[in-house]
């Protein structure tokens, strides 16, 4: 089991990005949550299997069609277990 935390900054307030890293999270069998920053950026805690959070991380770098991904910061953390399933948070 892995885990990590991401902020994504660029365009991705106002173009889906929550809710098409949340099916693409549950896609994967991931578990956690994305929610908006105030600093227009997004935030995304994920984890589960090594291979699938390593497959979200690749799909962050691109997002959604009408997002335009600027930078992605990542945080590799401990699994926590506490998530049932992934979800879009405010």
Known sequence: MAAARFRVHGRV???GFRY???D????LALRGYV???A???????AEGERAQLEKLAAW???GPPMSRV?????DDLTPTG???KFSVTY
């Open 82 to 84: 506490r998530y049932q």
């Open 60 to 62: 962050l770098e691109q």
């Open 20 to 22: 098409s890293a949340q």
């Open 39 to 45: 600093d227009g950026s997004v935030e995304l805690f």
């Open 24 to 27: 693409r999270a549950r896609k």
């Open 70 to 74: 600027r930078r992605v910061d990542r």
């Open 35 to 37: 929610r908006n920053c």
């Open 13 to 15: 307030q106002g173009v």
